[in-house]
């Protein structure tokens, strides 16, 4: 009675599942068959169920065909390529095929019209990456396509385009993520996205290496339309997430985007989502205020700004986008001082910081800002990557001219190499005042020693009534 149930409980699993029907009795041959060493042809036809088993390719005897076969299952084919049109030569009434396991790359030719009876089509586990144009054409009664673990980076959607298909299974190929792939988000009936019964399972490759394929091509169709807004080029270049039935909530896209050299006078208004990256260099951009008040820069981490017109960071000071920065470049600018105690609080308090660039700007050197500016830069040596290229501006016409500012000393910053002319008079005026204090302690020693020996007060002294 149990295994009755058994049997009951199996059927109605299976018809409720289509997808696991597929994976049959064979396949249990295919593997037991694995683990011998015999690597020669074998075959072995069952009556009862009319099913031709051919092990490391076809015995000659059925080199010509059987119309009594319905099914035929090839493992581990031999040779890296399969030719349908030779193979498959006598089997007429053929109903299934499956080619399981070893190194099939490429299928040769089309299926040839003969085999217009075949339902189900399985080739897996194997490397088949390649297909002939109008593979399926003569396939006219084709139901179930099983092409999973094989090697296809891609998918011709006219290819697959057969009219009679109900379900494909396509899990296990290393499938690029990529605008052409758009197909598989098409929902209409009798569409090939629709018609994709194992979509959940589809996996990326590089560089979204295991990430689930849908809501990644969601992300990049997403961000094509959303970059067609601004004058610049986008790319989605990280995914993190493993997915799950809601995989796009939990990815974690990070994209690029690159304005660079557009003539842009100010920072864009509009960004795509998930921009981690933005690069602004060689446009003419003053002002930084949409970092603190744009709420579109708020994921942005990268930050480019060489070759631009910057003249002062102080609009940053206090906002938020500073405090999570990871990289800051502003590199050719025409800063020439900043509120360096600003930016060293900012640099201790941010523990994602790892790169600031502040080279090939016409920094002021005096006594007044690059003592600071200089212990900064030594402070943080670490963050500051392009630090021999921060100098005192050429132009200054002075001994440190274009010198790297963390290598002055102090007596050349503070102290001119040409001596003002106001120091000479008061040097003199120095000299001076020590001298008369000189003949006032003299003169009061005498008028002492004066009194001691004569017992007269001093002229002065005598006079004050």
């Not at 197909?183 to 689930?212: F, M, Q």
């Not at 609080?345 to 005096?366: F, I, K, Q």
Request: a negative charge; charged letters at 25%.
């Amino acid at each position: 009675m149990w295994k009755a149930l058994s049997y009951v409980f199996l059927i109605t699993f299976f018809s409720m599942n289509p997808q696991l029907s597929l994976v049959n009795a064979n396949e249990e041959n295919c593997e037991l068959r694995q683990t011998n060493s015999n690597t020669s042809t074998e075959c072995n036809f069952k009556e009862e169920d009319h099913r031709l088993v051919c092990f490391h390719g076809l015995e000659d005897k059925w080199k010509t065909g059987d119309e009594n076969v319905l099914t035929l299952v090839l493992c581990y084919w031999p040779l890296t390529t399969f030719d349908p049109q030779n193979v498959l030569q006598g089997f007429s009434s053929l109903k299934k095929l499956t080619i399981r396991g070893g190194n099939l790359t490429k299928l040769v030719s089309s299926f040839p019209n003969e085999s217009r009876s075949i339902e189900k089509l399985e080739i897996t586990g194997t490397k088949l990456k390649e297909l002939p144009e109008n593979t399926f054409v003569n396939l006219s009664n084709l139901k179930s396509l099983d092409f999973r673990n094989n090697s296809f980076p891609e998918i011709d959607v006219e290819t697959f385009n057969i009219s009679s298909l109900h379900y494909i299974y396509l899990s296990g190929n290393p499938l690029k993520c990529t605008e052409d792939t758009k197909w598989i988000l098409n929902k209409e009936t009798g569409s090939l996205g629709h018609k994709i019964a194992d979509k959940e399972h589809l996996r990326c490759t590089v560089p979204y290496d295991g990430r689930s394929l849908i809501p990644v091509v969601e992300i990049i169709i997403t961000l094509k339309e959303e970059c067609t807004k601004t004058v610049c080029e986008c790319e989605l270049v990280y995914v993190f997430g493993n997915g799950g039935k809601h995989i796009q909530k939990q990815l974690t896209a990070f994209v690029s985007v690159n304005c660079s050299h557009r003539g842009l006078t100010e920072m864009p208004n509009f960004l795509p989502a998930n921009t981690t990256t933005l690069h602004l260099s060689g446009n003419k951009i003053q002002d930084l205020r949409p970092l603190t008040t744009n709420p579109v820069y708020k994921g942005v981490e990268d930050l480019y700004l060489n070759d631009n017109m910057i003249e002062s960071i102080v609009q940053l000071e206090g906002s938020s986008w500073v405090d999570r920065f990871r990289l800051l470049s502003l590199r050719g600018n025409k800063l020439t001082d900043l509120p360096t105690y600003a930016l060293e609080n900012v640099l201790l308090h941010n523990g994602n910081a790892v790169s600031l660039y502040l080279g090939e700007n016409p920094w002021r050197c005096d006594c007044l800002f690059t003592p600071g500016f200089q212990e900064l830069l030594i402070r943080y040596t670490n963050l500051i990557k392009d630090i021999n290229d921060v100098r005192c501006s050429p132009t200054n016409g002075d001994d440190i001219s274009d010198r790297i500012i963390k290598d002055l000393r102090r007596t050349e910053i503070c102290v001119s190499s040409d001596e003002d002319p106001i120091i000479h008079p008061l040097d003199i005026l120095n000299i001076i005042l020590a001298f008369l204090i000189l003949l006032i302690i003299g003169k009061v020693l005498y008028d002492y020693w004066s009194f001691k020996k004569t017992g007269k007060l001093p002229w002065i002294v005598a006079k004050i009534p």
